[in-house]
């Protein structure tokens, strides 16, 4: 089992920045993929950002050169730098983690006002 925990999530006006943790803890595997997905109301959830030591950094087109994906040296917390925010990425942020398994976090909110 691996266990997420999310934090950084709030209220920001348009242009503004914020950014979001996620750590791991419990049976962590080396070889994983960490990432972020959103979930909008009314709308299905979709990807924002993965990173992994196999295949690097992949962004959903919508955030390409405003958000960036980063993990620690240890592994074990990935952060979400969201830059230039739009109302559009007004969502809940959900932490991911991928071995042999999905986890997700319990999500935090993020609110863009226009």
């Known amino acids: 089992q691996v266990q997420l925990v999310e934090s950084g999530g709030g209220f920001v006006q348009a242009g503004g920045s914020l950014r979001l943790s996620c750590s791991a803890s419990?049976?962590?595997?080396?070889?994983?993929?960490m990432g972020w997905y959103r979930q909008a109301p009314g709308k299905r959830r979709e990807l924002v950002a993965t990173i992994s030591s196999v295949s690097g950094t992949n962004y959903a087109d919508s955030v390409k050169g405003r958000f960036t994906i980063s993990k620690d040296r240890a592994g074990l917390t990935v952060y979400l730098q969201m830059n230039s925010l739009k109302f559009e990425d007004t969502a809940v942020y959900y932490c991911?983690?991928?071995?042999?398994?999905?986890?997700w976090g319990q999500g935090t909110q993020v609110t863009v006002s226009s």
């Open positions: 991911y983690y991928r071995d042999c398994n999905d986890f």
């Open positions: 419990g049976k962590i595997l080396g070889f994983n993929v």
